[in-house]
């Protein structure tokens, strides 16, 4: 089988990147990104965050996650995945999405994203590095039930001009199994 | 001591159910109460479940001795192992002390399982070795009589574990019967065989798990209206009315499939479902017959179910219009997780002798398409999840809603019956046709209405009427 090597949520930070203090103003530049980002993801405004949010070159994974044993790793692996897109792909769903034909958001089920536990690096090529908690709540329909996906976030923003941008994000969930209606919404 | 409860085994509610499902099928009636019925899905985990054989992965998963896997007969848990001698064991994932889960974890390489509660310690095979103090505890006690609860039988095709718990199954030869010729179009065309991108992708989604099963019999229908999205979108190159060329197959009882291929060579479009040319280079006949690889050869679309919850698809596809579409492999199974929900595992072969960026490419391809957040299974997961609610509604019964599966019959439509198809089954062209999904219920009344301890009688063709 391929891919067999297992990485944890949070390996990557054994990097060169500067931790950016919660008291400095680079850290609330990145906070209003991400609040401003879950807002526009929140009221089905998908278009424009793919449009002013995504960097063109954007790798955005969320990776599947199995149970293992304590002290081997988090459970992620190398190379295997739930969501696998490209700014291509990402733009094709946000194009569906427009099309009156999208069954899976239409009527568009109600997300809530939960921000928190925000963290910001930078790195020496002056990109920025941003690690969250993110909880997801979804409701559709008449449901009272809300399927709640809890993740960790490793964002990556670069800036691109006056803005910044995101051009990665890998999605580390809680669950194995995800309980889900699809995965037709960004997280 | 009371006797032990039978009566929900001799239980006419569902038995009636079934006696209709059977009258009515040959003529396309399936009444709307088999579906997110909970009397009816326990029935279905003792009666198919616990009988048919299932799909529990693929070989190259536990490649090496020690290396093990958790899967699911319907909602049990099994380990599946590789032992020093390279045999495969699946086993029930229960200590046989006080029935603890004996491994915990998805997937390893151990020589043994050792329970954590008192200690009992099982090796890879199955077998008993002991436990803490074990002369104290228990003496001479046999350990050949405690070892873990194996399935009936296991067997293999091309590479895939298929087990079931019933003794009395037929083989899984005489099981896939007609169904193998198909399967081996895919996975048979080498001599390297396949190899899985990684372990399942897991999905809850509500829904019958029959919905799904029934939709990957080769329900073309749904494209023009549910996937809609995928045209506008330029994501689906093929018009819809072109798309609904091809064949329906009832390979045997309960397993079918759709199939599109080229009629003549002449005809244009892609030769082995779409494949890279290094690697249709490879495909020989060291496994399938000439008549077999030939139609591999013309082969555009297969999308197909082994009864009862065993999907495979393999589309030419892309995740970009300006990429050139590959053939994209994907492998469902529909676990059964109650009337009301059920849990996908999607799994991604690849040719073993792929190059590494053409397996890359074909997994984001397959994964953009057909996973559980890929344009085409995204919808739909939407349907699936409304029809266990009429299923299970009061109105359902009362009224008593039956489900419209006429097309394709004599006087519906214009399918046609072929003779002079090369492959096994009993096969109608074009794909307005829902024979297929008649198919699979026929054969679901049949397991659901045998004795637990035979085996039924099934009559196939089932639109013989
Ligand atoms: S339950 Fe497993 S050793 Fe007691
Ligand atoms: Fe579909």
């Given at each position: 089988?391929?891919a067999?090597?297992?990485i ?7 990097t ?19 609040f401003?980002e879950?807002?526009?993801?929140d ?38 995945y739930?969501?696998?897109?490209t ?8 194009a569906?999405?427009e099309?009156?034909?999208a ?18 690096f ?9 690690k ?15 399927n ?12 691109e ?27 | ?23 009515g ?6 009444p ?19 009988r ?32 020093k ?9 229960a200590?046989r ?13 151990a ?14 095979n ?9 002369k ?10 405690n ?49 899985f ?9 509500p ?9 990957s ?18 994501a ?18 309960g ?13 244009p ?13 490879s ?7 000439a ?11 297969i ?10 698809i ?27 929900r059920?849990e ?68 519906t439509?214009?399918?046609q ?14 794909r ?11 054969f ?22």
């Open positions: 089988m391929q067999q090597v297992r944890a949520a949070g390996e990557a930070q054994q060169t990147a500067r931790r950016v203090r919660s008291s400095a103003p680079l850290f609330c530049e990145v906070q209003d990104w991400l401003d879950a807002d526009l993801l009221s089905m405004r998908d278009r424009e965050w793919c449009d002013t949010m995504l960097s063109k070159d954007i790798v955005y994974r969320m990776p599947v996650r199995e149970v293992v044993g304590r002290g081997i790793s988090a459970g992620f692996i190398e190379g295997v739930h969501l696998n897109e700014h291509g792909t990402i733009n094709m769903k946000v569906r999405n099309t009156g034909f069954w899976a958001e239409d009527p568009a089920t109600r997300t809530r994203h939960f921000v928190s536990n925000l963290r910001v930078e790195h020496e090529d002056g990109t920025l590095e941003a969250s908690a993110l909880l997801l709540v979804q409701t559709r329909r008449s449901d009272t039930h809300a709640i996906i809890a993740s960790e976030r490793h964002d990556r923003l670069r800036r001009g006056e803005t910044l941008r995101l051009f990665k994000r890998d999605v580390y969930v809680d669950l194995t199994a995800l309980e889900v209606h699809n995965l037709a919404v960004f997280f | 001591m009371n006797a032990p409860i039978q009566h929900e085994r001799s239980d006419t509610y569902v038995r009636d159910i079934m006696r209709e499902v059977d009258d099928v040959g003529a396309g009636w399936v709307a109460r088999i579906f997110g019925n909970e009397r009816v899905y326990k029935e279905e985990l003792r009666r198919i479940f616990a048919c054989w299932l799909y529990l992965g693929h070989v190259s998963e536990i490649p090496n001795p020690g290396d093990f896997m958790l899967r699911k007969m319907g909602e049990d848990d099994y380990i599946v192992t590789r032992d001698d390279g045999k495969i064991h699946a086993m029930l994932n200590c002390h006080r029935g603890v889960h004996v491994c915990r974890v998805d997937r390893g390489n020589e043994q399982f050792r329970c954590l509660y008192h200690g009992w310690t099982f090796a890879n199955g077998d008993l070795v002991g436990g803490p103090l074990w104290n505890a228990y003496g001479d006690m046999s350990k050949s009589e070892g873990l609860l194996h399935v009936a039988q296991l067997d293999t095709h091309q590479g895939l574990i298929f087990a079931t718990l019933d003794a009395k199954a037929p083989s899984l030869k005489e099981y896939l019967g007609g169904m193998a010729w198909y399967l081996d179009l895919i996975f048979g065309l080498n001599e390297h065989g396949v190899e991108m990684g372990p399942p992708q897991r999905c809850v989604i829904g019958d798990w029959k919905s799904a099963a029934d939709n019999c080769g329900d073309d229908y749904h494209l023009p209206t549910l996937h809609k999205s995928i045209a506008e979108v330029n689906f190159p093929v018009s819809f009315v072109e798309n609904m060329k091809g064949y329906h197959i009832q390979a045997a009882p397993h079918s499939l759709s199939f599109s291929s080229a009629m003549t060579e002449d005809d479009g892609p030769r082995f479902f779409g494949s890279p040319q290094n690697l249709v280079d495909f020989n006949t060291s496994q399938i017959s008549d077999q690889l030939h139609a591999a050869r013309m082969s555009r679309v999308v197909g179910n082994v009864f009862p919850n065993f999907t495979f393999i589309v030419p596809t892309t995740d970009d219009p300006n990429q050139p579409p590959v053939a994209g492999i994907s492998l469902k199974v529909w676990q059964p997780k109650g009337p009301d059920m996908i595992w999607n799994q991604f072969p690849v040719y073993k002798n792929m190059t590494q960026e053409q397996k890359e490419r074909q997994y984001a391809v397959t994964l953009a398409s057909f996973s559980v957040g890929g344009l085409f299974e995204m919808d739909d997961s939407e349907p699936w999840s409304m029809i266990h609610q009429t299923g299970g509604s009061v109105s359902a019964e009362v009224l008593d809603l039956k489900l419209n599966y006429r097309m394709g019959l004599p006087d439509g214009i399918a019956r072929l003779t002079d198809f090369p492959g096994p089954g009993v096969v109608y062209a074009p307005y046709e829902e024979g297929v999904q008649r198919n699979l219920y026929k679901y009344a049949d397991m659901m209405s045998a004795p637990l301890d035979q085996w039924p009688e099934t009559s196939f063709p089932s639109d013989e009427l």
